[in-house]
């Protein structure tokens, strides 16, 4: 997708206090971290908080990530902190953890985004602005691009979640940043149920991945191909099929054990990525029936996205 960023520039955010814990958790300061693979959309989430109120830095070294905080925490009132990091320097990897570790210390718990793509999208966005990777120096733009994912591969590891942005317009992903950085207080997990379909690659950032090929396909009846699972003749196929009932049972039980999980060990963001085919009949159907099943869970929110409708 060629309207999301492709500059070198990383995001991130996330600030309380420098002082009291307490003060920092009662006031409910923000500091966000967004980092990821240039092309992959930093600057646009980064564009977003901006809109949004938040104060944002562009291309700050991590190693300043600390003053930084320390200032802009200074004021009177609670600021909203972004912070848009360059990975071109040389040792981002190790100043950027340094920074974390020293702001943990001083009890400011930044959320870390980070950004990813595939390669192929990465390559058709760097391409269509015609501007090389900042890591590709004299080789090819993929030399850029496995360099970059060597070099963020611990961040990545680390972060709080990932949005893989490959099916991305500039709308959908401004819509993935608002919800991620929705401060209400009484949600301690958000739970993404994302359809997609497997013909178009396996999401980059799914926690969980279920295959749903076993079943029957509707785009094999001529009357159904031209619907999607959010209409009621397909999405009544898919669920009457013998053997899906118990199916989603067992899928629901395991999702509720998992999130008692995710909740004790301090999980706040995890994707479960549901895929048909094409992503348009089996996993759409499938996808909303899983978020009817999963609501009510006190502390979690659940959001719903299909990738991949709209693409056949």
């Known amino acids: 997708m060629t309207d999301l960023d492709a500059d070198a520039s990383e995001a991130p955010a996330a600030s309380d206090s420098p ?14 971290l967004i980092t990821g693979m240039s092309g992959a959309g930093r600057s646009t989430a980064a564009n977003v908080l901006e809109d949004r109120g938040w104060y ?25 902190l972004a912070a848009v990091v360059d990975v071109r320097s040389r040792d981002f990897t190790t100043e950027l953890s340094q920074a974390i570790q020293t702001l943990n210390g001083k009890g400011i718990r930044p959320r870390t985004i980070f950004v990813d793509g595939t390669d192929e999208a990465l390559v058709r966005r760097f391409e269509s602005v015609r501007r090389p990777h900042p890591l590709q120096d004299e080789g090819l733009l993929l030399d850029g691009i496995h360099k970059e994912r060597r070099m963020l591969g611990s961040i990545r590891a680390g972060a709080d979640v990932v949005i893989d942005t ?134 979690v929110a659940l959001t719903s996205f299909h990738r991949d409708l709209g693409r056949e």
């Open 19 to 32: 002082g009291s814990e307490v003060a920092a958790d009662s006031e409910h300061r923000e500091f966000v």
């Open 56 to 80: 944002v830095v562009d291309n700050i070294p991590p190693k300043m990530l600390v003053d930084l905080v320390d200032v802009v925490s200074g004021g009177t009132r609670p600021q909203k």
């Open 166 to 299: 490959t099916g991305y317009n500039v709308h959908q992903l401004g819509i993935a940043v608002d919800e991620l950085i929705n401060t209400d207080i009484t949600v301690k997990l958000r739970l993404a149920i994302l359809s997609f379909g497997f013909k178009y690659g396996i999401p980059l950032d799914a926690d969980v991945v279920l295959d749903l090929r076993f079943l029957v396909n509707p785009y094999w009846q001529p009357e159904l191909r031209p619907f999607t699972g959010r209409d009621p003749q397909v999405r009544d196929y898919v669920l009457q099929q013998p053997g899906l009932d118990r199916y989603l049972d067992a899928v629901t039980e395991m999702l509720h054990v998992s999130v008692d999980g995710y909740l004790a060990e301090g999980r706040r963001y995890v994707t479960v990525a549901i895929g048909c085919t094409g992503g348009k009949h089996r996993s759409v159907a499938v996808t909303e029936e899983l978020i009817r099943r999963l609501e009510g869970r006190d502390g």
